[in-house]
């Protein structure tokens, strides 16, 4: 059975860093594409980094292009979403996701849509 668990979220203030973890049961994420998502209140689940198989391509979203980093470690099987210069706008469930059928970024990778296998989500609140 295929199981995500995020961990990390919490309140940290504007200009912050966090580190998010997605702890991987039933599913071997150096086979397969990961991504991160997340979502705000009132707002769609927007992705905002993939990762291919390996150390394959990485993507991040505009909005968080230069302050989020995608990591994945494959003994502990565990990826992770570093966070840094934190806004309050990054406030949000932040997921985890993969599929089995998708071992690179495919194009339109921020469409929820294309991932199959999710976590229950971790919130994170950038508020002073």
């Known amino acids: 059975q295929v199981q995500f668990v995020e961990s990390g979220g919490g309140l940290v203030q504007p200009g912050g860093s966090l580190t998010l973890s997605c702890d991987a049961s039933?599913?071997?994420?150096?086979?397969?594409?990961v991504t991160w998502f997340r979502q705000a209140p009132g707002k769609e689940r927007e992705g905002i980094s993939c990762?291919?198989?390996?150390?394959?391509?990485?993507f991040y979203a505009d909005s968080v292009n230069g302050r989020f980093t995608i990591l994945r470690d494959n003994f502990k099987n565990t990826v992770y979403l570093q966070m840094n210069s934190l806004e309050p706008e990054d406030t949000a469930v932040y997921y985890c996701?993969?599929?089995?059928?998708?071992?690179?970024?495919?194009?339109?990778?921020?469409?929820?849509?294309?991932?199959?296998?999710w976590g229950q989500g971790t919130q994170v609140t950038v508020s002073s």
């Open positions: 039933g599913f071997t994420l150096d086979y397969y594409a």
């Open positions: 996701a993969a599929d089995s059928d998708r071992r690179r970024c495919p194009t339109g990778w921020e469409s929820w849509k294309y991932w199959r296998s």
């Open positions: 990762k291919g198989r390996g150390d394959g391509s990485t």
